[in-house]
């Protein structure tokens, strides 16, 4: 029992976090209270201005429109009523508690000697700072009722309450501190004064010279990376050190430490940190992300087979012009292969890596797996998503096509290989492609009618595993109809993927973005798209009739059912017109990987 009321206190104190201003000014952010040792963190820069851009971005405006505001008030609604059930013990009703952030929340794990690494958690409340003390007196209450003691310490200013559980009962030490308007929770009392420390610009704490996280070379080496280009500055931002996780870990660990002297070897160490940022609402984005892996120089091991290339990112003539989302990325497969076999090698021994190749795979597969297969491919491969209809749970299908220089020797070779499977692949042509295919989950199977199961059942779609040689790429596909609809489209430009408007715009951003520098993937996505295929399944008969049946004893079905009945959903075109197409892009230089992304902005 005591440990389910020490969760309730953490999970009550952590409800204060759900949305983040100028009242952080008042302190150091966040990067100025963490040491440079910090290893993982996530911070919301101002709760109220991430607010109000939310209310900017689509689903925002999208909720307030008039045509969905009743659905969407219905919804929150019965969100609310539930909430009321546990009022009294939580002590605020649901709106209170999500006004009470008003300024930055962070949550970090440090580093703490002689133990594993200790969270912290900071939001400032603000003028609700006793929205949240009455949070906080309540969860007391119900630790105060289990007998669970608490001692209390001034540390300058601010005053630190210190809860203990019996021994074995959750975590030794639940710490909370306030201090102008600003909550902090740590299970680490080290950890809680040492931001209280830095708060006042102590030089010195716990007895070494205190350097903020804003001074790490890795923290700002990606923060520089995922500023942007303009002087706004992000909503959110994330930074992790996982090799530095893993050794802060093995100081308690003996079997950590063990395999910590392994990632020299594999080249895992290399890996600096990883981190990033999200603008919402900036300039013609409706947001803009970016993600940073740092990485150490020279490559080795594993880090060095990541192998990303650049090259041509023209969508391939049989991507049909109706995807959901496309994708197209270089890899240079024989460096991979090559760094692979070194680790392999380096560990079972001298040609280990081809002996395996051969035995597990081309003997398998009849087929030299090394000098037809990844000797022949360019290194480009391609990724679309499509819809086949009629709608159903599964009708997302994807088409992977892997670009090859000799495409008569990949008709060659897939022959050769599906000559060895003839029992479960049939053959077929198609647009004069011939291609293997076989069905899995097929829905001719005997299925109870009468049963929620049986229904569901029939709402699936047969999946299809097909392959076969299109122009120079070798494809893969779950459904057959997917891929004669894709040769379908090379014999018609108008309905490829190349010449849509939307692709051609969110490819000039691309290119704006990368600022003359060839990226190495690039990713297409259609929100409207994928919005429609949600829209249509929540509407197909299949799917009301199961909402209905599963809502009998189901309290979440039974909200979004009788929600729909009392608020049938409005036109697509509502949803639609708030919905805009988004990219992004990878890139490969001397300090790591970054992807960036965007979705524009619908005016």
């Known amino acids: 029992m005591v440990g389910k009321k020490w969760f309730s206190l953490i999970t009550l104190l952590a409800g204060l976090c759900c949305h983040e201003t100028g009242w952080a000014q008042a302190r150091p952010t966040a990067p100025y209270l963490l040491p440079d040792t910090t290893l993982a963190y996530f911070r919301m820069s101002d709760s109220r201005e991430f607010l109000a851009k939310m209310n900017e971005a689509a689903i925002g405006r999208m909720i307030k429109d008039e045509q969905v505001k009743p659905l969407a008030d219905k919804l929150y609604g019965s969100m609310a009523q539930a909430f009321s059930q546990i009022q009294d013990q939580v002590g605020l009703p649901l709106e209170q508690i999500l006004s009470i952030p008003q300024g930055e929340a962070f949550l970090a794990v440090v580093p703490v ?4 690494p200790q969270p912290f ?6 003028n609700q700072i006793v929205r949240a003390q009455t949070l906080i007196a309540r969860a007391e209450a119900l630790l105060e009722q289990q007998g669970v003691p608490k001692t209390t310490e001034v540390d300058g200013d601010a005053k630190i309450d210190i809860y203990t559980p019996p021994a074995g009962d959750g975590p030794r030490n639940l710490v909370l501190f306030q201090k102008q308007g600003t909550i902090g929770i740590s299970t680490s009392v080290t950890v809680a004064k040492g931001v209280l420390a830095a708060w006042r610009g102590d030089a010195t704490i716990n007895g070494k010279p205190f350097v903020p996280l804003a001074e790490s070379r890795k923290f700002t080496s990606i923060m520089n990376r995922c500023a942007g280009t303009t002087d706004e500055r992000p909503q959110l931002t994330f930074f992790v050190d996982p090799i530095e ?43 803009l992300t970016h993600l940073h892996v740092l990485l ?18 023209t969508p391939e003539p049989f991507i049909a012009n109706d995807v959901i989302n496309y ?3 270089h890899w240079d497969f024989e460096a991979t292969l090559r760094e692979v076999g070194k680790l392999v090698n380096s560990f079972q021994g001298e040609g280990a890596f081809s002996n395996l190749l051969k035995s597990r795979v081309s003997e398998q597969l009849g087929i030299d797996f090394e000098a037809d297969i990844i000797q022949q491919l360019t290194g480009r491969v391609s990724y679309a998503g499509l819809v086949e209809k009629p709608i159903r749970f599964n009708s997302n299908t994807q088409i992977v096509a892997i670009q090859v220089k000799d495409p ?15 029992d479960t692949f049939s053959r077929k042509a198609f647009g004069g492609v011939t291609y293997y295919s076989t069905t899995i989950n097929p829905n001719n199977t005997n299925l109870d009618l009468d049963s929620q199961q049986g229904r569901a059942q029939l709402s699936l779609r047969a999946q299809q595993i097909t392959l076969a040689v299109v122009s120079d790429y070798l494809v893969f596909t779950d459904s057959a109809r997917t891929l004669e609809h894709c040769i379908a489209a090379m014999s018609d430009e108008m309905k490829q993927l190349a010449n849509e408007l939307d692709f051609k715009l969110i490819a000039s951003k691309i290119r704006r973005q990368a600022g003359g520098v060839e990226p190495g993937m690039i990713s297409f996505g259609r929100p409207e798209e994928g919005m429609r295929f949600m829209y249509d399944l929540l509407l197909a008969n299949d799917t009301r009739s199961n909402l209905s049946s599963g809502a009998a004893n189901n309290e979440f079905l039974k909200t979004i059912d009788s929600a729909l009945q009392e608020h049938p959903l409005p036109p697509f075109s509502v949803l639609a017109k708030y919905l805009a197409p988004g990219g992004g892009m990878l890139t490969n230089d001397e300090s790591g990987f970054h992807f960036l992304s965007f979705t524009l902005k619908r005016k």
């Open 296 to 313: 150490g120089s020279p490559r080795s091991g594993v880090v060095k087979a990541l192998a990303v290339a650049s090259g041509d990112a």
């Open 327 to 329: 994708m197209t990325i």
């Open 121 to 126: 958690f900071l939001i400032d409340t603000g």
């Open 408 to 422: 008569k020797a990949a008709s060659a070779s897939l022959d050769a290989v599906m000559g060895r499977f003839s």
């Open 245 to 287: 996780i893993i050794r802060a870990i093995g100081r308690t660990n003996a079997a950590v430490r063990t395999a910590l002297a392994f990632l020299p070897v594999v080249g895992i160490d290399g890996i600096e940190g990883i981190g990033g940022s999200m603008f919402l609402i900036t300039g013609e984005y409706e947001n």
């Open 113 to 116: 000697e002689d133990s594993l």
